[in-house]
């Protein structure tokens, strides 16, 4: 066994971005692993620049999205047989085969990983669940009654590997288990050693300029939630005048706000954490985040400590975020608000204040402080 080898695993670019974090930080000089999934968007292109680093060991890529979706909602007998050939999906799935680990960090409690949990369940190998978002916070995914793999003897042997959970704000966890809540250290933004290790890894080669008022679309169309965000956009856009801009969430397969006439094309597909950490200090108070609840525009906050002119709208959003802990995302949005936001953060209540507020961080015929 390799001593004090650790695995990561991603599925997304915020993932690949703590990922990274990680290794820089908690596993500082510990051999480690790369375990990058196809449910990343253009995971591929990534592989050689990762390679290039030197930072992982290893990076070995997984093909898991079509049987995670195939097995996403399955019950008894699918799961039986899905778990029952975990050795051979892992055979072909994976671009190299795994070693032994003391760890395993994963965000997702997908299919691939409940594998993992199966394959390493009777050796010494700790999983350690690292943030996702907000659903890290405030989604219990193995109680009992949520899903049928949670019942089932294979699905649920992950919750005997599971000993803690890595989040960069601990005490504003609220998803009712009894997992540990440890920090993550933050992004030091002065780090320019690492801002260049993830400019390198992305392929950033500088940013295009943005508009005061950028709104961060989310993906309710692509979870087919019924909501008035496409409203909120409209009224924020009147508000701000032309200086405004939606960036599209890429789940979402069409651009509607776009369609409809509310923003011009967003220039960028870099990931929002890599504009927040190119952004020269003088000038995070020239742009205002808007959006209904977005993680991406709680990051600059729990990532790296900045405190940016954010209006948040969900006590203006009429629809559901998550389909099962909606009430205990609200609770968790709410706490942030109290005691964890800048003073640069607006929750307004009314339209009316909305449209104030917005004026007031220099939206149509109003003047920036």
């Known amino acids: 066994m390799s001593e004090n080898r650790a695995l990561v ?5 915020y993932q690949l971005i703590n990922a990274v974090q990680i290794k820089r930080s908690l596993l500082h000089g510990r051999p480690a692993d790369l375990l990058l999934t196809d449910i990343l968007p253009d995971a591929r292109d990534y592989l050689p620049r990762l390679e290039q680093t030197g930072l992982f060991d290893r990076v070995i890529f997984a093909l898991s999205m079509e049987t995670n979706q195939k097995y996403a909602g399955a019950k008894e007998p699918e799961l039986s047989e899905c778990y029952h050939n ?5 055979r072909w799935a994976l671009s190299d ?26 050796q010494p190998c700790a999983f350690i669940w690292y943030e996702d978002g907000f ?18 003897p294979d699905g649920r042997k992950i919750r005997d590997k599971v000993q803690r959970v890595l989040l960069y704000e601990p005490a504003l966890a609220m998803r009712g288990d009894r997992l540990p809540n440890v920090a993550l250290p933050k992004i030091d933004r002065r780090d320019s050693e690492l801002r260049e290790l993830f400019n390198h890894i992305f392929g950033y080669r500088g940013s295009a300029r943005l508009p005061r008022f950028i709104f961060l679309e989310q993906s309710f169309r692509a979870e087919g939630i019924r909501t008035n965000d496409i409203d909120l956009m409209r009224e924020c856009r009147e508000a701000a005048g032309g200086d405004f801009i939606v960036k599209p969430h890429p789940r979402n397969r069409e651009n509607l706000p776009q369609e409809m006439g509310l923003t011009r094309k967003y ?18 108070q020239q742009h205002t985040l808007l959006t209904v609840c977005s993680n991406a525009a709680l990051t600059g906050r729990l990532v ?10 969900y006590r203006l959003f009429e629809g559901k975020v998550l389909w099962k802990e909606d009430a205990t995302l609200w609770r968790y949005l709410e706490r942030f608000r109290r005691e964890f936001a800048g003073r640069n953060y607006y929750v307004p209540q009314t339209r009316y204040a909305l449209r104030n507020t917005l004026m007031f961080l220099g939206g149509q015929n109003g003047k920036s402080d």
Do not use: Q
């Open 267 to 284: 220039p960028d597909h870099i990931p929002w954490e890599l504009f927040l950490l190119n952004l020269p200090e003088d000038e995070k």
């Open 9 to 13: 695993i991603v599925n997304s670019v």
């Open 135 to 152: 659903s890290t916070y405030v989604i219990d995914y193995l109680r009992e009654d949520r899903a049928p793999v949670n019942r089932h």
């Open 86 to 90: 975990t050795a051979n999906f892992l």
């Open 97 to 122: 085969e795994l070693t032994d680990y003391a760890e395993i960090y994963f965000s997702n409690y997908d299919v691939l990983t409940r594998m993992l949990a199966c394959r390493f369940y009777h």
């Open 304 to 313: 790296f400590g900045l405190d940016m002119n954010t209006v948040m709208l």
